[in-house]
Structures are given as structure tokens and as C-alpha cells.
């Protein structure tokens, strides 16, 4: 039998998805199965895309430009004017999701054999990106017992070598849920220019900020305009992660235009995807006052309910959806397992995602998994009575 690439097989099979055959095998038991793993809302998605999706008049669905409709990137540009990141449509390039913006974006920028350096725990799927590039990820650790604050940037710096390419963070960050401070994000930005690197800046999840924090991007940040590149998404903005739209923002226009042919190669973004995305634009703000104030009663619930437990630590994020959550369990990818394979309270069971997964440093992560406050709070309750019950008898338990 012919074999397997070994760029295939170096790809890390996610933390988020890999526990699936044992929550349907649960569900089909007819045990209700609280999945806490992954970053699906059920925020509603904004009535105006889907209204733009109803009422389409197009007689033939077409390829777009490969950069994106332009009207799209117009009203894109106009949106980022609005808060502050000056761009004019032709820094912008539409991509299906935020995930192939950070593919093009590495295609680009870097040759294999390149590090970018990243803070741990970090997005799960930076791994097989950076496999896909040829590029190696480098680590510099954060840790829970300061809530996941950036590393000292003496840190960072002893990590860049003469193949360091740049600097990738995610803010607010998945999957912590720490919102860098303009001071981090401030200091990084000294960092990228005293090296001649670039900063890949991660904003998937920028109106998601709690406590009266608010997001600060790199790229408002001056001095820096070549180096800084913006990766964006509806997904979580909008609650549209289906329509798999993303964008790949920057000033520098060697960048963009490089991007540009991978772009070409792959032919359009997503033709009905970019119909709802640039109708989300005009979704009123509002929208955005409910679902923070959602996502801040679930937060809230979530981490005092957690803290509860004995032996759990759980940090109180800032932003996004998620936290890491320290667990009293020896190994906290056998105890997802277990959860769903062997345990249920009242028919139902959890399903989280070991943080493991999100790291690259071996034995980091052991007993932390990571949590999404995706689901209403009379969900979440339900799901955490279960997780608690389940830590009094799980085998493997240290407390």
C-alpha cells in the first residue's frame, strides 16, 4: 500500500473534534450529551444576513473576485475605519474562514523550516497550519495560576532566532479567554520592530470583551504598519461560523498581494457566504449589548459554579467564550473519555476539550481541559452538576 506524507502524518488530530465517536456512541445510549468542547454558539445569527440569504436575486450563483466581492471589502474597510484601524478596501483579502487567512498569511510570509512564536496554550488548529506551511511553532508558556497573562517579553525574545518569521497571539485568546492589554499588545509591537518580524494578530474574537475591557489591535499601533497582519472571521462576531467567511488584512502590500495568488489558486471565496457577511455590517448594535450581556451572565455563572468544585480552579476571563479550568483528575484526556464512555447523572454527560491538545510543550496541560460557555445557562448548570458528580467518582481522581 503506498504510503502516507509525513507532513499527514505529523498532523495533530484536534482536541476539539477527536472525542466525537464517543459522544454520538453516548447519544445513540440516548444519554444527553453537553457539549462544552467546541466554539458553536447558539447566539441567533443576525437577522439581517439571514434575510439577505432569503431575498438573494442572483440568477447564477458566480465566482467572486479572488480578493472578495468588492463591495464587500468596501463596506469591510469602512467597518474597521469605524473602529479605529485605518484600511482602505485593497489591504483587504476575503477568505474562507479565519483558518485559510492564517494559511495564506503564513504561505506568505514564511519559507519552511521558519518559527513563529507563540504563547501556550494557543488555538489547537495553529499546529496543523503550521505543518501545512512547513513551519515549526515555538512556544513561550503562559500559565493559569496568573490567568494566562502574556509572558514576560524577556521570554519571548530569547525564543527568536534567525529563523523567526513572527510573532502569532490570538486576542481574546481561544482558548483562555485572556484579552491582551494595549500595554502587552504595545510591547509586542516593540519586539516585531526591533527584529524585522512580523505580527500575526488573531481578532476572531474582538467584540467578545467583558468588565468594561475593550480590544486593542496592533494594528492601530504606529511604526509598525508593515509588520502587523490582521486575521479576522464572522464566525463568533455574528454567530455565522457555517458560512466559513474570513479575512486576511494588511498594509503591507507585498503581503497582500502575494496572498493574493494563493488566493487565485483556490479561484473565490464563498459566493452566498459573502452575501450574509457583508449584510452582517449593518446588524445594529444592540445585537451586540445582548449577546455581551449573555456571554457575561453565562461567564459569570460558569466560573463561580466551577470554583465551587473541590479541586477545580477556573480564572475568570476576559473575553471570548471559553476557559482553561484546572481539574482534580490525573489525566484530563482519560477523564474526557471516561466521562462519555462511562459515566452519566440524570441520562445526561459533558464534553469538554483536554487542553493537552493546545499545547506543544509535553506534560503541559495534563489536568486542564478547556471550556466553552457556549450553551444558555439552565444548560450549563445541567452540565456542570454533571461534571461535578462525575469528579466525586471518577478512578483517576487526585482531591
Known sequence: MPSISLKGRSVPASPIRK?????????RKGIRVYRLNIGQPDIPTPETA???????????????????????????AEFYRNIGINVSHSDILITTGGSEAILFALNSCTDPGDE???????????????????????TVTSHIGNDFALPPISEIEKKITARTKGILICSPNNPTGYLYSKEEISLLGDIV??????????EAYRELCYDGTEHFSPMKLRGIE????????????????????????????????????FAQARLSPPGLGQIAAEASIDTPAEYFTEISREYTARRNYMVDALNKIPGVYCPRPKGAFYTVVRLPVDDADRFAQWILEKFEYKNQTVMVAPASGFYSTPGLGRNEARIAYVLKIEDLKNAIETLSEALKVYPGATH
Not at 489547537?124 to 515555538?138: C, D, E, L, P, R
Not at 520592530?193 to 488573531?202: A, E, P, R, T
Open 19 to 27: 472525542l466525537v465517536p464517543f459522544a454520538e456512541e453516548a447519544a
Open 50 to 76: 439571514l434575510n439577505a440569504v432569503r431575498n438573494i436575486r442572483h440568477k447564477v450563483l458566480e465566482y467572486s473576485h479572488s480578493a472578495g466581492n468588492e463591495s464587500y471589502r468596501l463596506k469591510l
Open 116 to 138: 513563529i512564536i507563540t504563547p501556550e496554550p494557543f488555538y489547537a488548529n495553529y499546529s496543523g497550519f503550521a505543518t501545512s506551511a512547513g513551519v515549526k511553532i515555538v
Open 193 to 202: 520592530k526591533k527584529h524585522n518580524i512580523y505580527l500575526f494578530s488573531d
Open 226 to 261: 508593515d509588520h502587523v497582519i490582521l486575521i479576522d472571521s464572522v464566525s463568533k462576531r455574528y454567530s455565522e461560523c457555517g458560512i466559513r467567511i474570513g479575512a486576511l488584512v494588511s498594509r503591507n502590500k507585498e503581503v497582500i498581494s502575494t496572498a493574493l495568488k
